[in-house]
């Protein structure tokens, strides 16, 4: 199975700057089938990007995602008070479909 | 607005069984797969399987080969994940999915369902 690594795992930052969240394969993820969640305390995980880079929707714009092959990285432009979550990556183009440990963004 | 309302927080002992219940609504409920995905205290997220709301098709999660049942009731748009000789690392919260796109993403979460093991 596709293991995903992300780094790094704690990422401490102000409001209003930006953020840069990396997920690494160990192989390749076929047609760039990545997936961002963002998950708050206490509640469900919620889509963000899929396709590596294809925001859902309702999603802000802040958030953009980029890669291909092994690596992928979620960028939020400019943090907003409510963007303090857990950050995971999903590589959903081989089976069985494997989560990354997650990058916790926290308020410095 | 699509929704997946899950049961209630569930207490069990090693050795025991628990089904937690998902139900659909806000979306043609055969149109769509529906996924299970677990999350232990304090750790990451963990697929455990999928299955067909249209046929009853499944595909598990090799670790759970034998342990694990997914259901569906088209009737009342219900989706049903069971899982058998409960062990204290199943301890976790368990959280309906619904499955989209071709290979498929999650796009909609149910609430999830605490379920405890312990003696």
């Known amino acids: 199975e596709i293991v995903l690594t992300q780094s790094p795992g704690t990422l401490s930052l102000s409001p209003g700057e930006r953020a840069t969240l990396s997920c690494r394969a160990s192989?390749?993820?076929?047609?760039?089938?990545l997936a961002w969640y963002q998950q708050k305390p206490g509640q469900a995980p919620r889509l963000l990007i899929y396709?590596?880079?294809s925001r859902a929707t309702g999603i802000p714009d802040r958030f953009s995602g980029s890669g291909s092959g092994t690596d992928f990285t979620l960028t939020i432009s400019r943090l907003e008070p409510e963007d303090f979550a857990v950050y995971y990556c999903q590589q959903y183009g081989s089976s069985p479909q494997t989560f990354g440990p997650g990058t916790k963004v926290d308020i410095k | 607005q699509v929704q997946l309302v899950q049961s209630g927080a569930e207490v069990k002992k090693p050795g025991a069984s628990v089904k937690v219940s998902c139900k659909a609504s806000g979306y043609t409920f055969t149109s769509y797969g529906i996924s299970w995905v677990r999350q232990a205290p304090g750790q990451g997220l963990e697929w455990m399987g999928w299955i067909s709301a249209y046929n009853g098709n499944t595909n598990y999660a090799q670790k759970l080969q034998g342990r694990v049942t997914m259901t569906t009731d088209t009737s009342t748009s219900t989706a049903y994940m069971e899982l058998r000789s409960l062990r204290s690392d199943d301890t976790a919260v368990y959280y309906c999915?619904?499955?989209?796109?071709?290979?498929?993403?999650?796009?909609?979460w149910g609430q999830g369902t605490l379920v405890t093991v312990s003696s």
């Open positions: 999915v619904r499955d989209y796109g071709d290979p498929y993403y999650f796009d909609y």
């Open positions: 192989q390749s993820v076929s047609s760039s089938y």
């Open positions: 396709g590596a880079s």
